[in-house]
């Protein structure tokens, strides 16, 4: 029972490996970019599950209730998310202005006409 | 009527924080370009005034919204933190006036969106120097990092967007290593700020939680400060980014990591939890010397100007680490020195290299044959950046050279001068190179005479080349910041 206790470290540790192989395997910047979200997503449940309190109820103070859950990592995470979202916007933008230039988001394609450019 | 500067002190990154907004909704040139310089010459007033306010080794805390920590988030400055903000805006403040001509060469629309980016990713620096809460830490790199991106792919070349995006890539796995590492903190200890974890880790001293989230946090701020082998996205990064970005990059984005990775790895941990916990001693002593000896030769196969400076850069990231690896009082001096004067000598560098490849179009080695009796002015600034570079009294590039040396030899590490020696030698080979080539070579047949850049454009660049000089002379405030910020950041603890 104490392997399944840990149920939330074993979906991150998952997540995590899946998210850095998508990124260092895949050629496509897409991809990258995917892998690059499952791997932060896996920080953040990291985080967020710290916030649970067994038998804790949500944290509103009311009538009969002592135990709450801890609100803070889920504000934490909160910003963390933004951030994780302008860096996908970010990383999608410099995708749109690639494939412009070079007519291909394949990171092997790019390292092919790069070469033939001569430097 | 006169604020205490513990008022002040959080302007420093809310000045420019606020300017940027405004920056990118003005239109033309003049405007963004005049809001930006007026603001970061106003963060260097407070920087200076806070720095005098705790050059005694006293600390300034500032809670927001007065909500006392740990609860709330509070900036605190100490002499460490206040000597790194001053050099990130002092840079600033010289690098705009000489970037306006080369900025409207190289960014021609949308000049108002670029200063506002460039404001941000400074406000960004200064936050994570400033912050006394490791979650607030995590949010300012990340708003510096992105507006960094960003800028990268401002630059004409194409290659800058992969440039920028493979930073992206490696620059966020390393954010998000920090957020791993804070969130095991934080689950131990169910505290963010920083001076309250300096107590409350000592009671989980023996968990392995705790180590690893020392480990994150190292791998992930040594991704940020381009160690060896963790430097890919550097080269590539300062070689295709505007030449504002590459020099503004290569004086501070660097610095700051290592500043706060040394706040985490003393101040959060503790040295003598650190670097008994982790062979952080050992294993940075190795990653240092090998960044010097790979840095210094990669730096002299290049026939790319500015990718030569970039490796060069490795390097000298080598040589601040390879002060912190030492453990010692000296060692941490010496890096804190370097920290500075490398600032000051890779601004001026790539300083006068944007004035070359501005009126020359190149950044081939090969194409600045004979340049030297056509831009005289120029390439002499680069000669004498480059001078401090290879540590030559009286510059001060010789300063942080000899407290390094110092603090080996104090260490008994007397085998660590001569590989300092020889990196300094390394170094004499790839700028003489460059002086070589401009000088002594004619030059070619039919090739275009190039202008010496106008007086409006030198001026800046010889600030900074007299500021090398002078802090190679007067060592005053950077041996004595550098000292009370090394005394700060340990704690007294460090032999």
Known sequence: MTVLSFFNYWAVIVLMMIGYYCMIVRGNMIKKIIGLGIFQTSAFILFI?????????????REGVDIHANPLPHVIILTAIVVGVATTAVGLALTVRIREAYGSIDDDAIDAVEEGDGE | MTLPATDLMPFIVLVPLIAGPICALLPGRQWPWLIATLSTAAALVLSAITLAAVF???TLRYPFGNWMPPIGIEYRVDAASAFVALLITGVSTVL???????????VPERQGAFYALFLIAMAGLLGITLSGDIFNVFVFLEISSLATYALIAHGRDRRSLLAAFRYLIMGTVGATFLLIGIA??????????????????????????????LGFIVVGFSIKLALFPLHHWLPNAYTYAPSLISAFLAATATKVALYVMLRFVFD???ADYSFLALPLSAGFMALAISGMLMGSWLAILQSNLKRMLAYSSVAQVGYMVLGVSLVTLTGLTASFLHLFNHGLMK????????????????????????????????????????????????????????????AAVEAGQTWLVVLILITSLMAIVYIARIVEVAWLQPRPEGAPTVKEAPWSLLVPVWIMVAANFWFGIDTRLTVGASTVAAEALSGGLLP
């Not at chain 2, 705009?96 to 060469?105: E, I, M, S, Y």
């Not at chain 2, 903190?185 to 107590?199: K, P, Q, V």
């Not at chain 2, 030297?372 to 002499?380: A, S």
């Not at chain 2, 590039?397 to 390094?404: E, M, N, V």
């Open chain 2, 268 to 270: 959060v941990f503790g």
């Open chain 2, 56 to 58: 005694d080794g006293s």
């Open chain 2, 184 to 213: 095991f903190i934080y689950i131990l200890t169910g505290s963010l700020n920083m001076a309250d974890l300096g107590e409350r880790l000592v009671n989980h001293e023996d968990s392995r939680a705790l180590q690893v989230a």
């Open chain 2, 96 to 106: 705009l006036p000489w970037a306006k001509v080369l900025v409207d060469d190289e």
């Open chain 1, 49 to 61: 599950s710290a916030g649970k309190v067994i038998g804790g109820s949500t944290p509103i103070l």
């Open chain 2, 347 to 406: 601004a001026t560098l790539f300083a006068s290299v944007g004035l070359i490849i501005w009126r020359c179009g190149s950044v081939q080695i090969q194409d600045l044959r004979g340049i030297g009796r056509q831009m005289p002015w120029t390439l002499t600034a680069f000669a004498l950046g480059g001078v401090s570079l290879v540590g030559i009294p009286p510059t001060a590039g010789f300063i942080s050279k000899f407290y390094l040396i110092s």
